[in-house]
């Protein structure tokens, strides 16, 4: 999905003139910062009148928020058509790590905005309460558990914990991104890196002996 078709998706479910505003409210808030940006900032950017803003918005917090609402539900979609493609849990982790990074080629402007400006937003970080993005955390879950099924990932790890692990890593490299005005290498190596972390400790050993060698060889390592 390129960044024309997250556009569409929100423009098709809640009308012209609230996506404009939506639209306009990306920009600003990616060039201004949430903080310092101001409604007549965003009406301006959108063409519409101040008073307009607020047929659709209460506030500046809401329309971030909204902002945040429409997003998520694109990703989410985005991310459940990507990883359908695939059926092996080890295939599926790959492509969740590489999706969900390139995201940030796609917007560049959406990604500042999610890594930066909607954790100044006191209502978010306090009161709000995303449903999308629980769903887009739980595919994690979903894929480890469906992975234990298969005898792939082991038994003992427990799908919550290591969601937000998984999802934590890819969020800190985001945010890296986001931030960083120079780059050792790219998306595709980053989340090929992560995906490699964490399938090591989440796939079965194949027999006890094997797992004896690899924690004495661990131990080793340590010593040295």
Known sequence: MNESSFITA????NGEKYFRIINAATKVFAKKGFFHAKVSDIAREAQVADGTIYLYFENKDDILISLFEEQMKAVLENMIEQIATERDAVR???KFALTHLKLIELNKN????IQVELRQ?????KEYKNEKFLQYLNLISEII?????QGIFRKEVIPDIAKRAFFGALDEMSRFWVLSSHKKYDIETAAKQISEYFLRGLIAAPDAPQKNRDSK????????
């Open 121 to 125: 937003s006191g209502k978010f970080m």
């Open 217 to 224: 060889a661990i131990e080793e390592r340590r010593q040295q």
């Open 145 to 149: 558990r469906d992975g234990q099924d």
């Open 110 to 113: 959406m990604a500042e905005i």
């Open 10 to 13: 929100m423009k098709t479910r």
């Open 92 to 94: 599926k982790i790959e």
